[in-house]
């Protein structure tokens, strides 16, 4: 079965610290992972997507196929950093041309 | 235009109206999508439309009837909802399936009394 992982529903850290958002999935082809982020009152967009290999806002990810992992991180976590985190996965060989959804991490970095 | 728009905002509807939702994007992309957050949830797919066919109704209701009339705008339909159907409705679309990048538009927050 296709499916995404997020085990925290909520992340609260301090400005300045590191932050790591996890995600696990399973996939029974070649999976497509992205992470896409919710601002408060702001439409939902893509953040950053494994073949890309970019570094958006100072976030980075790499996908682990031998751990089935896509975990979020950066260095130093900002307040405006502060939203909704949805892992996502999408694939050939696999699922059906849907994009599946985490449950989310809500990123909450306090001054 | 890089942004997919959606109207209207705000809708509240009665349980024996009919209403319709509408999005639209001007990106050249083939592939659309109408999904469901409920708050503080992810988005919950309901349809994918695909070269303007519909290619994936995840067992929604008929009360929702999507259309596409052509490659830019996609409608959702709305009949006889039930007040658990209140929830923010989102339409995205990508340039060919749901391995490229999404882009999704603001949403309309629908309240069914």
């Known amino acids: 079965a296709q499916r995404v992982t997020q085990p925290e529903k909520l992340l609260s850290v301090f400005k300045g610290a590191p932050v790591e958002l996890k995600c696990n999935y399973s996939?029974?082809?070649?999976?497509?992972l992205f992470w896409y982020v919710q601002y408060s009152r702001q439409r939902l967009q893509l953040l950053l997507r494994?073949?890309s290999r970019e570094s958006i806002k100072g976030f980075t990810a790499d996908l682990n196929k031998g751990e089935t992992s896509f975990h979020l991180k950066k260095p130093f976590a900002q307040e405006e950093d502060s939203a909704m985190y949805y892992c996502?996965?999408?694939?050939?060989?696999?699922?059906?041309?849907?994009?599946?959804f985490g449950t989310g991490t809500l990123l909450a970095v306090q001054p | 235009d890089t942004e997919v728009t959606q109207t209207p905002k705000h809708l509240v509807m009665g349980m024996t109206n009919k209403k319709s939702l509408k999005c639209e994007q001007h990106?050249?992309?083939?592939?659309m999508y109408w999904y469901k957050q409920k708050a503080k949830k992810p988005p919950e797919l309901m349809f994918v439309?695909?070269?303007?066919?519909?290619?994936i109704n995840e067992s929604v209701p008929s009360r929702f009837s999507p259309e596409c009339p052509n490659s830019s705008l996609l409608n959702l339909h709305l009949h006889a909802l039930q007040p658990e159907d209140s929830a923010l409705y989102l339409c995205?679309?990508?340039?060919?399936?749901?391995?490229?990048?999404?882009?999704f538009g603001p949403g309309t927050r629908l309240t069914v009394l």
């Open positions: 995205a679309s990508s340039p060919r399936d749901s391995t490229d990048t999404q882009y």
């Open positions: 996939y029974s082809g070649s999976p497509e």
């Open positions: 494994h073949i």
């Open positions: 996502a996965l999408s694939g050939y060989g696999g699922a059906t041309n849907k994009l599946i």
């Open positions: 990106m050249g992309h083939r592939a």
């Open positions: 439309y695909s070269y303007e066919k519909l290619s």
